[in-house]
């Protein structure tokens, strides 16, 4: 079975720095990475993925996340941050033939002005 | 529509009543997944639904959950004899069959139990 650890529930950040959102999973397989972004009163989408080939992958409004096979890790990153990177963001896990997808419980990004 | 349509949007029903919800899937997607949503749980799958194979019920909490879909399109999730427990934002999500993760979600039904 797979399983996500987002350990910062919340993550308190001033606009401008950058700022690192943390995931781990667990698998017995080869699995994709995803991360999912839910802004205030919306519905949940696609930040970026991991499928295959570079461990670097660049997603949209300036995210960027590198997967680490050893660390079983796939950290969420950016070097500046703006107040409408304010949401809830979430890791997700799924394996190689299996389409369900493992959400971790999720890190609240508040960005401070 | 052009995207994932879910309702109702808002629920409140008595403890013991059933209720229904229901998912409108992007025209062409043939995978369609439901996930419940709690305060500080993150989202918890529920079941999920590809084409034509027997859907994967391995995360519905308890025999009172229930889901089927119907012309590989519209989805029903049905909570019979509704507990407190059960209250959270039941969203759906679909996909096309070939695009491994990218799920498409509603903005969900928030069901609240009395």
């Known amino acids: 079975a797979q399983s996500v650890t987002q350990l910062d529930s919340q993550v308190p950040v001033f606009e401008e720095a950058p700022v690192e959102l943390r995931c781990n999973y667990s698998?017995?397989?080869?699995?994709?990475l995803f991360w999912y972004v839910q802004y205030p009163n919306q519905g949940l989408q696609l930040l970026l993925k991991?499928?295959?080939?570079?461990?670097l992958v660049k997603g949209i409004n300036g995210f960027e996340a590198e997967f680490n096979k050893s660390q079983t890790s796939f950290h969420l990153r950016k070097p500046s941050v703006h107040i409408s990177d304010t949401a809830e963001y979430f890791c997700?896990?799924?394996?190689?033939?299996?389409?369900?997808?493992?959400f971790g419980t999720g890190t609240r990004l508040t960005i401070i002005p | 529509g052009a995207g994932v349509s879910q309702s109702p949007s808002n629920k409140v029903t008595e403890k013991g009543k059933d209720v229904e919800l229901r998912c409108d899937p992007i025209?062409?997607?043939?995978?369609l997944y439901w996930y419940r949503q709690s305060l500080g749980q993150g989202l918890e799958f529920l079941i999920y639904?590809?084409?034509?194979?027997?859907?994967?019920k391995s995360g519905l909490p308890s025999d009172r959950f229930s889901a089927e879909r119907t012309g590989g399109s519209v989805s029903t999730l049905t909570i019979q004899r509704t507990q407190q427990e059960d209250s959270a934002v039941y969203l759906c999500?679909?996909?096309?069959?070939?695009?491994?993760?990218?799920?498409?979600f509603g903005e969900g039904s928030r069901l609240t139990v009395l």
């Open positions: 999500a679909s996909r096309w069959e070939w695009e491994s993760g990218e799920l498409f």
């Open positions: 698998s017995s397989v080869s699995v994709y």
């Open positions: 991991y499928l295959s080939g570079s461990t």
């Open positions: 997700a896990v799924s394996n190689f033939g299996n389409e369900k997808l493992t």
């Open positions: 025209s062409g997607h043939t995978a």
């Open positions: 639904f590809q084409g034509n194979s027997a859907p994967d």
